[in-house]
């Protein structure tokens, strides 16, 4: 599970610096510790984030979160399957 934690904090950390943003800066727009920010960009911490700090930061960023269920041995990129998986919802 750390590893997960690890590619979530990088993913987050490129879309800070994307966004031109230091983590002080995010921290008072998510109105998040900015040590959390450290701790979550660096996979650290017992649980990782919750859902709910994942959009704050999201939305600090002025950015969408989108979760996406992928049934297993699929590509998440799949055009037809993100199609069919449209479709359905």
């Known amino acids: 599970m750390c590893g997960i934690r690890l590619k979530l904090g990088q993913l987050l950390r490129r879309g800070r610096e994307s966004a031109n943003l230091r983590q002080h800066v995010l921290a008072l727009r998510a109105q998040i510790a900015q040590g959390d920010i450290s701790r979550i960009e660096n996979g650290l911490g017992g649980r990782g984030p919750t859902f ?13 979160l989108v979760v996406q269920l992928v049934p297993r041995g699929t590509k998440a990129d799949d055009p037809e399957l993100l199609q069919d998986l449209r479709e359905a919802f």
């Open 52 to 64: 709910e700090t994942l959009v704050r930061l999201a939305h600090a960023q002025n950015m969408n």
